[in-house]
């Protein structure tokens, strides 16, 4: 803000002040700028409005301020310097003044006569204040020897045709696809309007209205007002009169769609439900040779595609893409368009299916807000909200050109082509909500036109038919069985609009048709989870397939530690930030949260198959590992042990054997050998270390059943290692460039599966060849995985039935059980059943030479603190009695 009158006169009360007034320069705040007197401070967002806020104006006469207009001068035409004129060649050293500064004329026209001679010039000569050079007749270029000439081809040069355009000898001829007609320029496309038939309109998507415009921004209509916190992408289906838009709320999204025989309202607004939450969609992108939605998710950073029935959603590009902000579509070459702004700002190109993906812009340029296509010319715009400018490529990524650079293309939003025309949105931070609607023509670019001021909007379309140009038929029409290109659930176009690939939804494989979606047999496959967005996913392991082999377990955030019941058809999971531990079927159905209390911090869980119990580590401000039943856990958890552990990360039960096992980190670099695995029966008594040398991260951990064999990865060492379950025969199995952070391992058959936490990939070693094969590839981080094998939970021990005759808790030991109770119970005389705590009398005090575990178990008292875990809970061990 300026300085108060009041203010500056305070500063003038001493000739101290006065001398600092005029030797230092003031100082403004973050987000301010110094005008030219040194005195005042504007607020940046206020420059170059157009209203001069300092007191000398120099907020308005910035080098930013300044508007770059690209002058691309005419062959045999030259630009007179400092303007937007051209001349030509002709009118150099004429004896006429052509340019305002005389730059065309003056005594280098006498001085370099004799400089002209000596180039022997097949056609002419120029003599301009720089030097000579030769020059042809119109039409024709200089050659590479540089007096010679040749036919210049005028169509290799960006906006000399509207559309198309056809090089001849010493000229050129422009003509115009179906729909449009030449006008009398030779050169300019004009789309023909057709009697009865509505004109072309400019469709705009705001925060909350839908307007409909004139090409020149006149007769503004509002066609919807929006009650929600207004539109996040919009798009039409002209063959069906529709304008579709998506609406978000606190918790969801919706997509809208309804009829607009006339551009004065909607009717028969509906909302097509899909399956896939909308609440985080940005952008839009309707197909409509196959009715299919495109959308740009910001929150998973991803661009996935729903058909029109919106039952089925499949994700087209998900890795490699931090911040996708634009998108936009061909579909007659089958191609989609995107921006994004992440770690490196770029402009990309792929297939409608994900295919083929092409950088095609990835240098000067930072921020791409909108993106727009030239359907005939085959041609990118895109606009930079931080460099300021419009620019084009062609579909390869060819023959760049910047359109328009400078203020008045600050701040753009959306963008879209018809005709010779850009039309843009554009909201300064100055203005609030206030938009500009901009007309740029794009091939003789003057100052961008202000069609019309509006309320805060982004999205806009130009309404008219020849925005979507029809086919005669493409590889995804429907079927005579109603299936679009023969597909099962979803048909893409690939690269052409007549090549298409199928897709299922998620839970189904594509099957070797190539066509249909099978439900595939939920016995065997693997399954992992992973962050940002957090979510499980099924992968099949005999076939190397992006498709989800399972419904996908979302709405997650750091699912570590995963598991399977394979009697009961569930997965396991800890979410770890989310502080709870859950399960889901896999077929999708029946979600729910088993345990959300007293969790800190879950990194390992693993279900006891055959005792119908769930083992977990804890570490978190207590250092545990417990244990709770599969049905009613939050009533029947109890620690088994606690403290003595670092970082207790993975765990597995082997309840065949009765032994539970778990890892434990250490942070201690310099000893880089104190990790550990460490072993107990699966009640928690007899606790030992296991393996502890050269070991420092041990991570994922996993059993092969078959083999009485573990294996682990270490995240420090980078490497697999291996050890029979008595000891013996430890030797690593890998320690390849692939290992980089390994964090969850998985054990089937002879093969080793693994992820890798930052590079976000799944491998799988043969043990039998060493051959190492990338499975997928993923977005970081990954976590822990498992093979689901329903064959691998066999066997019975003494919990096998009727729960071993417990009340609350049956816990296996080498040779038998021993039943237990929740935390806040006592076992009763019977050592079977289990009674609360609370309100209970005072159970029988120990003799006198005895010391009271905390299970009430009575042992003598020269036993504590000897090393051994003679309460069976370890409470005569505890650091604070040793």
Avoid at 220 to 249: A, R
Avoid at 316 to 327: F, T, W
């Amino acid at each position: 803000m300026p300085l108060m009158g009041s203010e500056v006169d305070s500063f003038m009360d001493s000739a101290a002040s006065q001398e600092k007034l005029s030797s230092e320069p003031m100082l403004c705040d973050v987000g301010e700028f110094l005008c030219g007197d040194q005195l005042t401070c504007v607020s940046e967002s206020w420059l170059c409005d157009g209203e001069p806020d300092c007191p000398d104006g120099s907020d308005e006469v910035l080098d930013k301020c300044k508007v770059e207009v690209i002058v691309r001068c005419p062959l045999n035409h030259i630009q007179c310097i400092g303007t937007r004129k051209c001349i030509h060649f002709n009118k150099l050293c004429n004896g006429a003044k052509d340019c305002e500064d005389g730059f065309d004329e003056g005594v280098h026209c006498r001085e370099l006569l004799s400089a002209c001679h000596e180039l022997h010039c097949r056609y002419g000569c120029i003599m301009t204040r720089n030097g000579t050079f030769c020059f042809c007749a119109d039409g024709f270029e200089v050659g590479e020897d540089g007096r010679s000439c040749r036919d210049h081809d005028e169509c290799a040069m960006y906006g000399t045709c509207s559309q198309t355009c056809m090089n001849t000898y010493g000229s050129y001829r422009c003509s115009c696809t179906d729909g449009y007609s030449l006008q009398p320029n030779r050169r300019s496309c004009i789309a023909k309007h057709e009697p009865g038939e509505n004109p072309a309109a400019l469709l705009i998507g705001g925060s909350d209205n839908i307007i409909i415009t004139a090409l020149n921004g006149s007769r503004l209509q509002t066609l919807k007002q929006l009650d929600s916190n207004g539109t996040h992408g919009l798009d039409f289906n002209h063959k069906d009169e529709s304008v579709c838009w998506v609406t978000s709320s606190e918790s969801s999204g919706q997509l809208r769609c309804a009829r607009m025989r006339k551009a004065s309202g909607f009717t028969k607004e509906q909302e097509v439900k899909t399956v896939q939450n909308l609440h985080d969609v940005d952008q839009l992108a309707f197909d409509w040779l196959t009715g299919n939605f495109y959308f740009v998710d910001q929150a998973s950073d991803r661009i996935f595609v729903c058909n029109q029935y919106g039952d089925t959603c499949v994700t087209v590009i998900d890795l490699n893409l931090l911040n996708p902000k634009a998108i936009a579509l061909d579909p007659l070459m089958g191609m989609l368009f995107f921006t994004d702004y992440g770690t490196q700002a770029k402009l990309e190109r792929c297939n409608m299916d994900g295919t083929n993906r092409t950088r095609l812009v990835d240098y000067k340029v930072e921020r791409p807000t909108a993106v727009a296509l030239d359907l005939v010319k085959k041609l990118v715009y895109w606009a930079d909200a931080y460099l300021d400018y419009i620019e084009m490529v062609d579909y390869n990524g060819k023959n760049r050109h910047t359109i328009i650079q400078g203020y008045q293309v600050a701040h753009l939003h959306g963008l879209a082509v018809f005709e010779d025309y850009l039309y843009a949105t554009r909201s300064e931070p100055s203005s609030g909500a206030v938009v500009d609607i901009l007309r740029i023509n794009r091939f003789n670019v003057t100052d961008p036109e202000t069609l019309t001021s509006i309320g805060n909007a982004k999205t806009i379309r130009v309404y008219h038919k020849l925005s979507q140009p029809k086919v005669k038929g493409h590889a995804c029409e429907v079927d005579p069985y109603g299936k679009p290109g023969g597909c099962s659930h979803i048909c893409l176009l690939s690269g052409s609009y007549k090549s298409r690939s199928c897709r299922c939804r998620t839970g189904f494989s594509l099957g070797s048709d190539g066509l249909s979606c099978k439900k595939p047999k939920n016995d065997l496959f693997l399954f992992y989870g992973k962050g940002r967005p957090g979510i499980i996913r099924g992968l099949d392991m005999n076939v190397k397939s992006s498709n989800e082999h399972i419904v996908p377990i979302e709405d997650l955030v750091n699912p570590r530690a995963l598991d399977y019941h394979a009697e009961s058809g569930n997965i396991y999971f800890a979410d770890t930030t989310s502080f709870l531990i859950g399960r889901q079927k896999v077929d999708g159905s029946s979600r729910e949260t088993i345990l959300k209390d007293d969790l800190d911090n879950v990194e390992g869980i693993s279900v006891d198959w055959i005792g119908n119990n769930l083992y977990w580590t804890n570490d978190g401000y207590r250092k545990t590992i417990s244990v709770a039943r599969l049905e009613r856990a939050s009533e029947t958890r109890r620690t088994l042990l606690e403290g003595d552990m670092s970082h207790p990360r993975a765990i597995v039960v082997d309840p065949l054997n009765s032994w539970m096992y778990w890892t434990d980190w250490e942070e201690d670099e310099v000893n880089d050998s104190i990790g550990r695995i460490e072993k107990a029966w699966m009640d928690g008594s007899n606790r030992k270390i296991f393996v502890t040398s050269n070991m420092l991260w041990p991570n994922g951990l996993t059993l092969d059943h078959g083999t009485s064999t573990m294996y682990w990865c270490d995240a420090y060492y980078d490497h697999i290692e291996r050890i029979h379950l008595n000891g013996t025969g430890r030797m690593v199995v890998y320690s390849g460039r692939e290992l980089n952070h390994p964090f969850g391992i998985a054990q089937y058959q002879n093969s080793i599966f693994w992820t890798e936490y930052m590079n976000a990939s799944i491998f799988q070693l043969d043990l039998v060849s060493g051959e190492v094969t990338l499975l997928r590839s993923e977005r970081p981080p990954l976590f822990g995985l498992r093979v689901y094998d329903a064959q691998s939970q066999l066997g019975d021990n003494a919990c096998r039935v009727n729960y071993g005759g417990c009340g609350t808790l049956c816990l296996a030991v080498p040779g038998g059980r021993v039943c237990a109770c929740a935390d806040n119970q006592h076992l009763d005389k019977n050592n079977v059943t289990c009674s609360d705590s609370a309100g209970q009398e005072e159970p029988q005090r120990c003799k006198n030479d005895e010391f009271q575990c905390r299970n009430w178990r009575c042992v003598r008292v020269n036993w504590i603190c000897d090393g051994d875990d003679d309460c069976l809970d370890g409470s005569d061990e505890e650091a604070h009695i040793c």
